[in-house]
């Protein structure tokens, strides 16, 4: 584990290496939890056995102890700042592949295109939030702005929507809701062929 400084704070990372990897996968935490939810572990698991090298990124806002996150503009500068530090050691010379759960997929996202990443991998995209039915305040356009390769993995009853595939996106429906807990095995196949692909 290393303590990353950002404009915001230090920012916290927990390094899991693939032998001879191939490539990094960068995740951040959603808003309420931090980087050790069911579907991070399973992820990292899955793409160290394939070869990819993980780093789990707790945002500022989480190692001050804060429950509520910061707002995104921080959000994405520390980020910015944890993937620099990266790039220039554990990770250099790696292909960047970025992501998150829920607000985590959504800075990934934001970011996508000035981290230089290849590909974004989302966990539980909140499309809106719960009950929400203005399209003025869909968060979907933060996800249509990725012209990267780009997967998401959602529950079939995440109140949070469901985001439609798109010409780089691919949509894996899996049992469950927005914590994506109920069936990690279809979580895991859907991450590991997705990986295959890169």
Known sequence: MAEVD????????HLHPA?????????????GAGVDGPDLVATTEVAVAEGVSVALVEQPYRVAGRKAP??????????????????????AGLP?????????????CRSAESTGAIAVL???????????????KSRLSELDAVT???LVVQGKSDPFGMPPPGPN????????????KKDLDALREAVRDWLRKR
Do not use: K, N
Not at 19 to 31: D, I, K, N, Q, Y
Not at 70 to 91: K, N, T
Not at 122 to 136: K, N, R, S
Not at 172 to 180: N, P, S, T
């Open 6 to 13: 950002t404009p915001h704070g230090p920012a916290r990372v």
């Open 19 to 31: 032998e001879s990897p191939r490539a990094a996968l960068v995740l951040m935490h959603g808003a």
């Open 70 to 91: 910061a707002p995104p503009a921080q959000l994405d500068a520390a980020w910015a700042a944890v993937i620099e530090y990266l790039r220039a050691g554990d990770l």
């Open 96 to 108: 960047l592949i970025v992501g998150g759960r829920s607000l985590g997929a959504r800075v990934a």
């Open 122 to 136: 989302c966990l539980a995209f909140p499309v809106h939030a719960p009950g929400q039915t203005d399209p003025a």
């Open 148 to 150: 990267v390769p780009t």
């Open 169 to 180: 996106r691919e949509v894996v429906q899996v049992e469950g809701d927005h914590g994506l």
